[in-house]
């Protein structure tokens, strides 16, 4: 089945550690692309997203995605985390021809050790 | 209002009752869309409204759901007859084209017991 797969489903870092999630998805064709953050106890929000044009995006707090349309990948990345990024993390992916039916992946939680 | 509004936060029914759960979208939002989150997983579609009329459907699992968008902004999901796997946290979205960014609402936490 299509589908979006964010490989890690908790990640633990120091402070000022890099990150890296990774997003794939297995949709052919044009796609257009999210990641969303969900702070504990809050609703989903918009880091970034990607239509087209420069498959390297910048959001907002830091993160950038790299759209790699070889590998089917959409990894979310930041230099330096802060505690304040402890959160999940959801990779969506609006299909071919079908913008209305965003597909999200599992999530990933990600844990900023102070 | 400043965005995307959900009554109840919470809500806790018996086995076999009726639930409506409302979705107050960001004024001027075409695109209204339904979602549900089992915990641990990502949102799952439900259902997508473009003004009053369901776009797609084809996310409600069986025909216990059902959505409605009379006026083409307040959102009511009925879920009939419910049954203890319907517990999740429903989540509504609402943007201003199609296909563009969704704002979402902080969800209704439905337990079923």
């Known amino acids: 089945a299509q589908s979006v797969s964010q490989h890690n489903h908790h990640v633990i870092l120091s402070e000022a550690a890099s990150l890296e999630l990774g997003c794939n998805y297995s949709y052919g064709g044009t796609v257009n692309l999210f990641w969303y953050v969900q702070y504990p106890g809050q609703h989903l929000q918009l880091l970034l997203k990607?239509?087209?044009?420069?498959?390297l995006v910048k959001g907002i707090k830091g993160f950038e995605a790299e759209f790699i349309k070889s590998k089917f990948s959409f990894n979310l990345r930041k230099p330096s985390v802060q505690w304040s990024d402890t959160a999940e993390y959801f990779c969506a992916v609006t299909p071919p021809a079908r913008n209305n039916d965003m597909r999200f992946g599992a999530g990933t939680r990600l844990t900023v050790k102070p | 209002g400043a965005g995307v509004s959900q009554t109840p936060s919470n809500k806790v029914t018996e086995k076999g009752k009726y639930v409506e759960l409302r979705c107050d979208p960001i004024?001027?939002?075409?695109?209204l869309y339904w979602y549900r989150q089992s915990l641990g997983q990502g949102p799952e579609f439900l259902i997508y409204f473009q003004g009053t009329g369901a776009a797609d459907d084809s996310g409600l699992p069986n025909d216990r759901f059902f959505a409605v968008r009379p006026e083409g902004s307040v959102s009511t999901l009925k879920i009939q007859r419910t049954e203890r796997g319907d517990s999740a946290v429903y989540l509504c979205a609402s943007s201003p084209q199609w296909g563009g960014e969704a704002f979402f609402g902080q969800g209704t936490r439905l337990t079923v017991v």
């Open positions: 990607y239509f087209s044009g420069d498959p």
């Open positions: 004024s001027g939002h075409t695109a």
